[in-house]
């Protein structure tokens, strides 16, 4: 969904897709509750507290 990407700092600058493919790319080689945590614990610091305006979604799949 587009709540993790329209995230808003307390600037009101969004997180964006290109931090989501970072964060993602920084720990592709890690079990997928991995990604997640780190995903959810970058985005929480981005927003330092501002609320979220939208829902949540994270589906992450890896094929071997």
Known sequence: TDGISEAEDPSEE??????????VSQHR???PETIFTNLIQDLDAYRNE??????????????E
């Open 14 to 23: 969004m997180y964006g897709e290109e931090r989501i493919v970072e964060v």
């Open 29 to 31: 080689h890690e079990h």
């Open 50 to 63: 501002t609320p979220l305006d939208d829902d949540v979604t994270i589906f992450i799949a890896k094929g």
